[in-house]
């Protein structure tokens, strides 16, 4: 019994983070229908700059981390502006191309700026641990659910209760009719493009004691947050945390009850189950179109 | 500049327009066909690679490019049928039947796999099929007894009427191209056919598609079986050339390798095809050119406008240092694909198409005739 | 019994009641027009028989065959074909294989026989191309031949429409708004156009319209909706005159 709590809180941490990189695929597409597949790069990026400002340039933990936020969103808002704007209005595909070359080109500057080794960072999380009962719950899981949760919320106020976010969703539906109603469309793109790069950087940072720095993690966990977004339905900020908890977990037990190799597989195949039945994900909306 | 008058129906169902197409292809296929007797082995080599990639490339375009039903898992496809041939090939079963078993076979998983995605559009169906190529690659590590895991299958040498085929040699080559001259005609031929219309309705307008009695559900799913099998088809191709198969040959890299080639080819073409692969094949050349050559060309141009030899020198060991960095191939992917489509959608074909207008409107050629219109408009949700 | 027949048809979207217990039939040959005023359920109806939403009750017989359960894509088979209020065209193809797709229901070849493109395709393929030609002859629509539907205007577009329906050969045509968005001249054409398919062609025509001119001009019934519920049917002048009709237009 104790060993499946244990599990699950791990299921949810890690589930947490691909929640978080899943929350910025989601944003990018609630704004501009855009699948950003280079979102995990992002975070791999933001876990780098934490790393120059803490770890190279020893600053304290809280400025560091503040540090790469800004400087990630800087980046986010740089990348919309050389990548994405010059191609906004075009098919689908081009701009999922496109992300997945700018993700090639981060994973590999980065591995030739810093090289491809694992750095680690000093958190006031990595040590410490919190005791319930015979419970042993440790400190950096914990800080990664806790700020989950409240970036979750945060955005999702702010998507559905603020101006701003309700123009982002506009232009997202009809990009040409925002343009007309005096929303500025560019503008639009880009803050959604910094702050759903600061969110990666903030899960970047969180996992840092976790995972390690590393220049492929972005690869690797960015893939994990795909089935994760798609679960929770590709245009629902809470279905993209619950969608990546779900995976989480069921990689964390699946790992431990299950034979060896299962732990890879079992989500995309819970994936591809729950498309079947639900083809627009958990929380996603059937649309049609009206002819 | 050619006029082409048209007389009859047969004008415009005919692959060769007019006669000076017939001309050019010719020359192209006896430049092809005496290639092995000019070219280093290394360069045939690449040509087999180049038209395995190719062949793929068409496969995967009937699906995505004309269907419309994006695809990031043809590495799965081509795994099954690779290992299909080499499962076979341990029973001593002839290549001719292993060669149709292994693209049959094939075609049938793209059938069972093109009925779930019917409901699945956009980014659901990329992202389904991405698991799918994923659990195709762990069933390949898991299933020992069959596929021998991750140690992997060893690939005998072709042999085709008792005579052995090595993959080295000159035959192989010719059976690859001939591979892909047939895939290229048969899709010719589909596209000038009610199918090939069917296909390409889907992609532009399911609803209108249904009300033309198109059943929609069934032609994706053939779209799906054809794809899957002429990958298929390739990866038996592939098997040989290889002659060692595992299952971490066939990740998801591959997959997106496949859509380089259309991508950067023109995604609409099946000229665009071909010149994709061989622009992907040519990368890794390119590469050790990079490393092993241009270092000391960079600093002979140097020293040409008088820097110092010690300068020199500097200049060349930076420029081996960076050409040999690990990551260089990814970032020269990533900008590649970035470059192509902000200033290249068509593609090269579509370059070679600007280019062969250029000289045909001389000196009326306008940079505008191309201008792709922005759709910001429809957003894909409500297809 | 009559060519066509709805019987109570409804669509219901939850608690709205787009389509409420429809019924009239369509005799062989005939035009006949639905008007109303918008939102009245008359593009609901047309979705209905085309089987792009299954009705909540009520069935639909062509011919006396019950088609209320048929795919959609089978409804082309059975000779009733259809034109979309917002254009359904493939904007990235030539008109001419737009008109080819239309003769879809018409093409006999399997698919092995296309990939080797056997003698018997390239018979159906110039077959094909004859019937859309002819299409193309009665709709004056020669000078689009090879244009991309996306270079085309509006006007155009909605009488390739039309024509795409026609190449079909279908007994039954449903006009969904064939004169929206076209100025005069081009809804007179439109307005030749339809009485040419009863009396050249003799296609029965079932119509969705505002303009009372054009439905005036060419329909021999015609029947008002509101909300979703026959308010009058019979000729024209009787429809137009009639009281309901009158109050669902002007306001009571």
Partial sequence: M???????????????????????????????????????????????????????LGLNYWLGFAGAVIAMAAFGMLAERVVVRPILGYPQFSIIMATIGLGYFLRSVVGMIWGTDDFKIETPFSQGVLRIGSLVLAYDKLSVIAATVILCALLYLF?????????????????????????????????????????????????????????????????????????????SIPGAVVGGVLIGVIESMAGFYLPQGWKDVAPYIVLLVVLLLKPEGLFGVHMRKKV | MRFLFKTDYEDDIRLFPHSGYVVSYGILLALLVIAPFVLSSYLVSQLVFVCIYATVGVGLLILTGFTGQASLGHAAFLAIGAYTAAYLQQYNVPFPVYFLAGGLLTGVV???????????????????????????????????????????????????????????????????????????????????????????????????????????????????????????????????????????????????????????????????????????????????????DMPGII????????????????????????????????????????????????????????????????????????????????????? | MSYFRAENLSLHFGGLKAVDSVSFAVEKGEILSIIGPNGAGKSSIFNLISRIYPPTSGRIYFEDQDITEQPAYDIAGLGIARTFQNIELFENATMLSNLLVGRHRHS???????????????????????????????????????KLISGLPYGVRKVIELARALCSEPKLILLDEPSSGLNVEETDDMSFWIRDMKTELGITVLMVEHDMTLVNRVSDRVIALNYGRVLAMGSPSEVQRHPDVVAAYLGA
Avoid at chain 2, 199 to 214: H, K, L, N, Q
Wanted: hydrophobic share 55%.
């Fill in chain 3, 108 to 146: 006999t070849t399997q698919l092995w026989q296309e990939l080797l493109f056997l003698p018997s395709v390239r018979a159906g393929e110039k077959l094909h191309r004859r019937r859309v030609e002819q299409v193309i002859e009665f709709l004056d629509l020669e000078a689009y031949r090879d």
């Fill in chain 2, 110 to 292: 793209g059938a069972l796999v093109g009925f779930p995605a019917l409901r699945l559009t956009g980014i659901y169906l990329v992202i389904a099929t991405i698991s799918f190529a994923f659990i195709v690659e762990e069933v390949l590590a898991r299933w020992e007894s069959v596929t021998h895991g991750n140690e992997g299958m060893r690939v005998k040498t072709l042999s085709l009427l008792g005579q052995a085929v090595p993959q080295n040699g000159p035959t192989f080559y010719y059976l690859c191209l001939a591979v892909l001259i047939l895939t290229i005609v048969g899709t010719l031929n589909l596209l000038r056919s009610p199918t090939g219309r069917a296909f390409v309705a889907i992609r532009d307008s399911e609803t209108a598609a249904r009300s033309m009695g198109i059943n929609v559900s069934l032609y994706k799913v053939k779209s799906f079986a054809i794809s899957a099998a002429i990958t298929g088809f390739a990866g038996v191709l592939f098997a040989h050339k290889l002659s060692f198969i595992s299952p971490e040959m066939f990740t998801l890299q591959l997959s997106i390798e496949f859509i380089i080639v259309i991508l950067i080819g023109g995604t609409f073409s099946l000229h665009g095809a071909v010149l994709g692969a061989i622009f992907l094949v040519m990368i890794d050349p390119f590469l050790t050119y990079l490393k092993d």
């Fill in chain 1, 159 to 235: 998507f559905n209760r603020t101006t701003l976010g309700t123009a982002m969703r506009a232009s997202s539906e009809n990009m040409l009719a925002a343009y007309y109603m005096g929303i500025p469309v560019k503008r639009v793109v880009s803050i959604v493009w910094a702050i759903s790069a600061a969110v990666a950087t903030a899960a970047g940072v969180l996992l840092a004691p976790i995972t390690f720095i590393h220049s492929n993690v972005g690869l690797v966990l960015g893939l994990k947050a795909f089935p994760a977004a798609v679960l929770g339905g590709f245009g």
């Fill in chain 2, 299 to 383: 600093a002979g141009v140097a020293a040409a406008f008088g820097a110092s030899k010690a300068a020199a020198s500097n200049i060349e060991s930076n420029v081996a240092a960076f050409a040999s960095a690990n990551g260089l191939k990814g970032a020269i992917y990533g900008v590649i694909i970035v470059l192509f489509v902000l200033f290249e959608p068509l593609g090269l074909y579509g370059r070679w198409l600007k280019i062969k207008l250029f000289f045909q409107l001389f000196p009326l050629y306008k940079r505008a005739t191309f201008k792709r219109q922005k759709i910001y408009v429809k957003s894909e949700r409500n297809r």
């Fill in chain 1, 2 to 56: 104790l060993d499946f709590v244990q599990q699950l809180v791990s299921g949810i941490a890690l589930g947490c983070v691909y929640g978080l990189i899943a929350l910025g695929f989601v944003l990018v597409y609630k704004a501009t229908e855009v699948v950003n597949f280079a979102q995990g790069d992002l975070m791999m990026l933001g876990g780098f700059f934490a790393f120059t400002f803490i770890g190279m």
